[in-house]
């Protein structure tokens, strides 16, 4: 158990800061940013 114990740690806070991205509705502002990049990076936009 004492080996796995900063794996489970990081596993816990990434799923404490994924709450909390959800929790302030970033998903929405994330994917916007995401479309325009791939938008700009194929010579869409």
Same mark, same amino acid.
């Given at each position: 158990m004492k080996r796995?114990? /900063?794996?489970?740690l990081?596993?816990?806070c990434a799923a404490a800061l994924i709450?909390?991205?959800i929790y302030l509705r970033? /998903?929405?502002s994330v994917l916007?940013?995401?479309v325009?990049?791939?938008m700009?990076?194929?010579g869409l936009g």
């Open positions: 796995y114990l /900063p794996a489970i990081l596993m816990v709450g909390v991205g970033q /998903p929405e916007h940013k995401a325009r990049i791939c700009e990076c194929i």
